[in-house]
T-cell receptor
Framework: EPEVTQTPSHQVTQMGQEVILRCVPI?????FYWYRQILGQKVEFLVS????????KSEIFDDQFSVERPDGSNFTLKIRSTKLEDSAMYFC??????????FGDGTRLSIL | QKEVEQDPGPLSVPEGAIVSLNCTYS??????FMWYRQYSRKGPELLMY????GNKEDGRFTAQVDKSSKYISLFIRDSQPSDSATYLC???????????FGAGTQVVVTP
């Protein structure tokens, strides 16, 4: 069964550094999402992306965050200057539109 | 009032019992209702997907949606130790839109 894959599984970064999280969505999907989950808290929506542009973003998704689909298969989340409070699991999801979203296993981001 | 509420548990049941999970929501615009299962340090895994009110059954799982009372249920029959996980309800208003997750209910099925 096709699946969403995310790399790396764990990323450790110094505060203030830039980090890029990578995702390969399911190949025929058109809608892409990033969510995050701080340890012990609920999964929170960050951003949705369709037709090479952001379709919706949350309050969390401020100017430090950006997303890109650099080619036909990858979908990336960039955090420009990481803060301690960015430490969380980051999940990528994709769907065909009127079907449910499928999630990857996430990247655990640890900011030191 | 939180948009989506779930009892955090843990809910502990013996193997073979029926697990009953509930979720309430406040946004009447929600039309699509998902249940996801999440194992520790893993991503949410889709279990059930329903549109509007009604019941849906898939193997040991049954999902119920009552939009009039903004109440969602998931039942797991013949529970197994492998069902031990956190169960997340996640409604949304548009077919392509963001999911609004509840905090999840932790379930422990003991052999």
């Amino acid at each position: 069964e096709p699946e969403v894959t995310q790399t790396p599984s764990h990323q450790v970064t110094q505060m203030g550094q830039e980090v890029i999280l990578r995702c390969v969505p399911i190949s025929n999907h058109l809608y892409f999402y990033w969510y995050r989950q701080i340890l012990g808290q609920k999964v929170e929506f960050l951003v949705s992306f369709y037709n090479n542009e952001i379709s919706e973003k949350s309050e969390i998704f401020d100017d430090q965050f950006s997303v890109e689909r650099p080619d036909g298969s990858n979908f990336t989340l960039k955090i420009r200057s990481t803060k301690l409070e960015d430490s969380a699991m980051y999940f990528c999801a994709s769907n065909e539109g009127n079907q449910p979203q499928h999630f990857g296993d996430g990247t655990r981001l640890s900011i030191l | 009032q939180k948009e989506v509420e779930q009892d955090p548990g843990p809910l502990s049941v013996p193997e073979g019992a029926i697990v009953s999970l509930n979720c309430t929501y406040s946004n009447s615009a929600f039309q699509y209702f998902m249940w996801y299962r999440q194992y520790s340090r893993k991503g949410p895994e889709l279990l059930m997907y329903t549109y509007s009110s009604g019941n849906k059954e898939d193997g040991r799982f049954t999902a119920q949606v009552d939009k009039s009372s903004k109440y969602i249920s998931l039942f797991i029959r013949d529970s197994q130790p492998s069902d031990s996980a956190t169960y997340l309800c996640a409604p949304k208003s548009d077919s392509w839109g963001k999911l609004q997750f509840g905090a999840g209910t932790q379930v422990v099925v003991t052999p």
